[in-house]
């Protein structure tokens, strides 16, 4: 059996819509605590993915594990391995591949449209337009667009939102689509110094998610099969009916 191993960083914040997809082609799926587990089991995965968490990549000298999250990047790199990087992890994938990352000139969180370049408009991103491009924004840093990687997404706040490289088998996302809506209270109370700093609204930002969160897990769950078929990942086939 194949097998997709997450790399989680906050343990509240898990893969939902992405464990989702995979999980119902039949590959099984595991997470792998950054600083708490030992990572090398991901780099034999056969699809990595890297959650997100409220620390910087340029934060080693504090966080010492994010050395084995970029050498886990680099070795599923080597072996052209399908990667997707959410938040942290997209902006892990952006530093490993040589972009640099760095504090955004302010934080973005809350939901909120996401502009899709032309060529994110040919990408599994498009499926988005059945959220009408709605998404949850949560992040404090930016990147810049790794060499010869492409352009996806973008905001007013954040201009390198999403990016792919591989021929699309690597997938960065800064934004939050995979988030099951019935989840988010967990959000809320474990980053709610971050919140309250930020000066956002939780019963908004609550609210907001009751509305829009249900239609982004069905666009999301649309988007993550889309980058499967891609991958050459097969749905699962089925199972004959017992004579």
């Given at each position: 059996?194949?097998?997709?191993?997450?790399?989680?960083?906050?343990?509240?914040?898990?893969?939902?819509?992405?464990?989702?997809?995979?999980?119902?082609?039949?590959?099984?799926?595991?997470?792998?605590?950054?600083?708490v587990d030992d990572l090398s089991p991901a780099?034999?995965?056969?699809?990595?993915?890297?959650?997100?968490?409220?620390?910087?990549?340029?934060?080693?000298?504090?966080?010492?594990?994010?050395?084995?999250?970029?050498?886990?990047?680099?070795?599923?790199?080597?072996?052209?391995?399908?990667?997707?990087?959410?938040?942290?992890?997209?902006?892990?994938?952006?530093?490993?591949?040589?972009?640099?990352?760095?504090?955004?000139?302010?934080?973005?969180?809350?939901?909120?449209?996401?502009?899709?370049?032309?060529?994110?408009?040919?990408?599994?991103?498009?499926?988005?337009?059945?959220?009408?491009?709605?998404?949850?924004?949560?992040?404090?840093?930016?990147?810049?667009?790794?060499?010869?990687?492409?352009?996806?997404?973008?905001?007013?706040?954040?201009?390198?939102?999403?990016?792919?490289?591989?021929?699309?088998?690597?997938?960065?996302?800064?934004?939050?689509?995979?988030?099951?809506?019935?989840?988010?209270?967990?959000?809320?109370?474990?980053?709610?110094?971050?919140?309250?700093?930020?000066?956002?609204?939780?019963?908004?930002?609550?609210?907001?998610?009751?509305?829009?969160?249900?239609?982004?897990?069905?666009?999301?769950?649309?988007?993550?099969?889309?980058?499967?078929?891609?991958?050459?990942?097969?749905?699962?086939?089925?199972?004959?009916?017992?004579?």
């Amino acid at each position: 059996m194949k097998t997709a191993i997450a790399i989680s960083h906050v343990c509240f914040e898990d893969a939902g819509t992405l464990e989702d997809a995979i999980t119902a082609r039949g590959l099984s799926f595991r997470y792998l605590q950054a600083g708490v587990d030992d990572l090398s089991p991901a780099k034999d995965a056969d699809i990595l993915v890297v959650l997100g968490a409220p620390i910087g990549v340029y934060e080693v000298d504090r966080y010492p594990f994010l050395k084995e999250d970029f050498a886990v990047i680099e070795a599923a790199l080597a072996r052209s391995k399908p990667i997707i990087g959410i938040c942290l992890g997209s902006q892990l994938l952006a530093a490993v591949l040589g972009a640099r990352v760095y504090p955004n000139r302010e934080k973005e969180i809350g939901w909120g449209l996401l502009g899709l370049t032309p060529d994110g408009r040919k990408s599994p991103l498009a499926a988005l337009s059945e959220n009408k491009f709605r998404v949850l924004h949560w992040h404090g840093d930016t990147f810049d667009l790794p060499r010869g990687a492409t352009w996806l997404a973008e905001t007013a706040v954040t201009p390198h939102q999403a990016f792919s490289t591989n021929n699309g088998k690597v997938l960065a996302l800064q934004f939050h689509v995979e988030q099951h809506t019935r989840g988010m209270e967990r959000w809320l109370v474990g980053h709610t110094l971050e919140l309250t700093t930020a000066g956002v609204d939780v019963n908004q930002l609550r609210a907001d998610t009751q509305r829009l969160g249900p239609g982004m897990e069905k666009a999301s769950r649309t988007m993550f099969d889309l980058w499967l078929d891609h991958v050459g990942v097969a749905p699962a086939r089925a199972t004959a009916p017992a004579k």
